[in-house]
């Protein structure tokens, strides 16, 4: 079983929806929670950190339940600019390896 | 400040041939990480180090592939013969203090073997 599982999408939501990406973990020891952003051709870079009591940075919220073992994230009103590949990834409570989903793919249309 | 540096960008070259590829890591980071992304596996992780030292290859695909990091600012990335399957994006990321932190990537090396 995979470390990490997304649905890969893609998603094509318009302009100023609300879309929302679960991503489940297969190792209940996992301690550390994030979201990347990965856009075409680009470099993944972090989108936000997901924390135990569930976290928001302005459009964005993120949310771990540990007893399903999954993490959300939630955008609200959608922009054209967040489209891109979102990237959920889990970090086990012992060793440094970051074990990444294989990402969701998001068009917002216009 | 600068973030962590890839070299090539792009590479291509023919099967058999010996392909290096380089990082720096952001200065001052513990923690280095070799990946490689395909479209059918996604983001692997291939190898990282702690304080230059290696701590787990168990991602590394074979022989053909091996990675060193002589100093803190500096790790190759070498396979050899390459193979058409080793096409894909290799990434570079460092963080701070290993896995607990945050990752910051490279740019990547878009490798193709013909």
């Known amino acids: 079983r995979k470390e990490v599982e997304q649905d890969p999408g893609p998603f094509n939501v318009p302009e100023g929806a609300t879309v929302a990406f679960n991503c489940t973990y297969s190792n209940s020891a996992s301690q550390s929670f994030f979201w990347y952003r990965q856009d075409c051709r680009k470099e993944p870079k972090l989108l936000m950190s997901?924390?135990?009591s569930g976290n928001e940075d302005g459009r964005f919220t993120a949310q771990l339940n540990r007893a399903s073992q999954y993490i959300s994230l939630l955008i609200r009103d959608s922009k054209l600019s967040d489209s891109a590949t979102y990237l959920c990834v889990v970090n086990r409570k012992t060793g440094n390896q970051f074990y990444f989903g294989t990402g969701t793919s998001l068009t917002v249309i216009p | 400040d600068a973030g962590v540096i890839q070299s090539p960008r792009h590479e291509v070259t023919e099967m058999g041939q010996e392909v290096t590829l380089r990082c720096k890591p952001i200065?001052?980071?513990?923690?280095l990480f070799w990946y490689r992304q395909t479209m059918m596996r996604g983001l692997e992780l291939l190898i990282y180090f702690n304080n230059n030292v290696p701590i787990d290859d168990s991602g590394m695909p074979e022989d053909r592939f091996s990675a060193k990091m002589p100093n803190a600012s500096f790790s190759t990335l070498k396979i050899q013969p390459s193979e058409p399957r080793d096409s894909a994006v290799y990434f570079c990321a460092s963080s701070l203090r290993g896995g607990q932190d945050t990752q910051y990537f490279g740019p990547g090396t878009r490798l193709t073997v013909l």
């Open positions: 200065s001052g980071h513990n923690s």
């Open positions: 997901v924390y135990s």
